[in-house]
Structures are given as structure tokens and as C-alpha cells.
């Protein structure tokens, strides 16, 4: 998987001024928000292509699909929480800084970051594995068309 960073590799964490820990903060709060509401594009997906995925005897890939996308919802949640507790913690430090404080907030944030790395790898492999599943469905119906047009116009 890539590198889905929006910060300069190295120690930018351990130089990086409380502002710009925040302005990334904001971003990952942005994509999480983003990825909330693809889930649901996703989620609705599933649901309207569910039987013809299911008829192409995918049982199993829609389960895992499905188990997924619930997995995607509750880490999409709980990121959010953190990361707004997150911000919270940033702001206070912005106006207070406190050396001591902020070297264990660092290694938070950097555990946090990775947390969100690791989801966005996820996500991403499954709105493919989503997408790749109800194109084959997509497609199937598309020749039945063109095939149900050709037999009757003959």
C-alpha cells in the first residue's frame, strides 16, 4: 500500500509548532468525514446491487464485504472522537504549552496518525473490492440488455 501522509517525512512531529499539528489535525478531521459519508454511498451500494451480487454465488465475498463496511462505520466513529479530542488537546497546547506534556502528545499523535494511515489503506482496498464486485453485476446486466435487445429485434 502507498504512503497516505500529508506531512514531510522525518521528524516533522518532534519539530513541527502546535499550529501546524492542528492544521494536520483538521485534515484527517476532514477525511474522516469524507470517508463517514462514502461508507454511506458504499452502504448503498451493497444494498441496492445485494441480490444480483448474491446471485453471482458470492455469498462469501458479500458477508466479508458487509463485515467490512460495519468494521469501516465503527473505526470511522471512534477516529473521529479521537481526533476531536485531539484537537481539543492541541488547542489547549497552543494557548499553554507545556513542555513535558507535549513530548507524550507527540507520541500520541504520532500513534494516532498511523491509526488513521492504516484506515485509509483499508478503506480504500474495500470501496475497490466494493466497486469491483458490483461492476461485475453492472456489466452482467449490461450484456443481458444488449442480448434481450438483439433477440427482440430479430
Avoid at 133 to 138: K, L, N, S
Wanted: overall charge negative; hydrophobic content about 40%.
Amino acid at each position: 500500500m502507498g504512503n497516505y501522509r500529508k506531512r514531510p517525512k522525518g521528524t516533522y512531529i518532534e519539530e513541527a509548532t502546535w499550529e501546524e499539528l492542528y492544521s494536520l489535525t483538521k485534515h484527517w478531521k476532514a477525511d474522516i468525514e469524507f470517508y463517514k459519508d462514502d461508507s454511506m454511498f458504499l452502504h448503498h451500494l451493497m444494498d441496492k446491487y445485494f441480490i444480483w451480487i448474491i446471485e453471482k454465488d458470492a455469498t462469501q465475498v458479500v458477508k466479508t464485504l458487509q463485515d467490512n463496511l460495519k468494521k469501516i462505520d465503527k473505526k470511522c466513529e471512534d477516529l473521529l472522537t479521537r481526533i476531536n479530542k485531539h484537537l481539543l488537546q492541541l488547542a489547549h497546547l497552543v494557548e499553554q504549552p507545556d513542555r513535558e506534556e507535549g513530548r507524550m502528545f507527540r507520541l500520541e499523535h504520532t500513534h494516532l496518525e498511523d491509526e488513521f494511515h492504516e484506515f485509509t489503506a483499508f478503506f480504500r482496498g474495500n470501496r475497490m473490492a466494493i466497486f469491483t464486485a458490483v461492476e461485475g453485476v453492472v456489466l452482467n446486466e449490461k450484456v443481458r440488455h444488449l442480448l434481450g435487445n438483439l433477440v427482440d429485434s430479430e
